[in-house]
């Protein structure tokens, strides 16, 4: 990934972690709510879930809230990012969550372990998008879901066209669209 900008934030690297509190407004609803989202992920309680660039927290709580029994794992390249995210979860008392930070390039992290593996407005920040789509093929279950939401205004958005035609040259094939061209998330599952 690229490394933030000194200068304001526009788009085309990994956000900065000072503008962090932005992800925290609640006029992202509009765009995606966390009920939304997790209605999209189709999650059950016993669920492990990887959330790849989690921010600080915004939907992660509400995730994590639905793991009765099952493991979230928030995956960042920022430390900062990561801390703000533990804090805001730990602050809720969800301790079913395991914080990674990594390279970007390599998930250390076991092989088919994951139901689910989401990201939100993440991808198109991803320099290294073959690493991370061969990676996350990997640690996500052979009947898991990799499901990618893209939001209006975002920078770094993926059309879904060149999203569907992107991941699914990785091995997957898009099983669910929701929403349109503006607001979307696709859920794609592994093919043989």
């Known amino acids: 990934m690229n490394k933030p900008s ?3 934030f526009s788009g085309k690297g990994v956000f900065p972690p000072k503008y962090a509190f932005t992800l925290l407004i609640p006029f992202r609803n509009i765009f995606l709510s966390p009920g939304k989202l997790i209605h999209r992920l ?10 790849i660039g989690p921010g600080p927290g915004y939907f992660s709580t509400h995730v ?10 928030l995956l960042d390249i920022q430390q900062e990012m990561l801390d703000k995210a533990r804090k805001r979860l730990e602050k809720r008392g969800f301790n079913r969550v395991e914080y990674v930070l990594t390279d970007g ?36 279950k052979p009947d898991g879901i990799l499901s990618i939401s893209e939001l209006a205004g975002d920078p770094d958005k993926i059309s ?13 094939e898009a099983s669910q ?15 043989d």
């Open 6 to 8: 000194k200068s304001s």
């Open 42 to 51: 189709d999650l059950n309680g016993n669920h492990h879930v990887l959330e």
């Open 64 to 73: 994590a809230k639905r793991l009765t029994s099952g493991k979230l794992v």
């Open 105 to 140: 390039r390599k998930l250390d992290l076991e092989g088919s372990r994951f139901d689910r593996v989401f990201m939100v407005t993440v991808l198109g920040e991803v320099e290294n998008q073959d690493d991370y789509l061969k990676e996350i093929r990997r640690v996500l």
């Open 160 to 172: 879904i066209d060149a999203l569907k035609s992107l991941v699914c040259s990785y091995g997957f």
């Open 177 to 191: 669209v929701f929403g349109r061209k503006l607001n979307f998330t696709i859920n794609f599952r592994k093919t």
